[in-house]
């Protein structure tokens, strides 16, 4: 079992940035593969960015490609989202995502929430205009 634990969300105005911070409780094959996904109010849960810490390769959601950047420091442990020009319709609870990915992100749906095993509570992020 592993356990994420969000920090860094909060307010902002549009065009400004936040970077999000995941920690699991340990490193273990089931942090090979993490992700950020968020659900804003009505709507499905959907996948932002997710990482393969095997080789660093990533995947990101049309809506955030060349604004949100996914990294990975101390192996398999902590992945940060940094999350810049931010728009109104970025506000979300932004949830971390961890799974067993042995053959990496190419053999896998990223963005689909029912290919991640385990979640963390989530933390609010807004954006205003």
């Known amino acids: 079992q592993v356990s994420l634990v969000e920090s860094g969300g909060g307010s902002v105005q549009a065009g400004g940035s936040l970077r999000l911070s995941c920690t699991a409780s340990r490193a273990t094959y089931n942090t090979d593969c993490m992700a950020w996904f968020r659900q804003a109010p009505g709507k499905e849960r959907e996948g932002v960015a997710a990482?393969?810490?095997?080789?660093?390769?990533?995947y990101y959601d049309d809506s955030v490609k060349g604004r949100f950047t996914i990294s990975q420091e101390d192996a398999k442990k902590t992945v940060y989202l940094q999350m810049n020009s931010l728009k109104p319709e970025d506000t979300a609870m932004y949830h971390c995502a961890a799974v067993y990915c042995p053959y990496g992100l190419s053999t896998m749906a990223p963005g689909r929430k029912d290919e991640w095993s385990y979640w963390g509570q989530g933390i609010q992020v807004t954006v205003s205009s």
């Open positions: 990482i393969y810490t095997g080789d660093g390769s990533t």
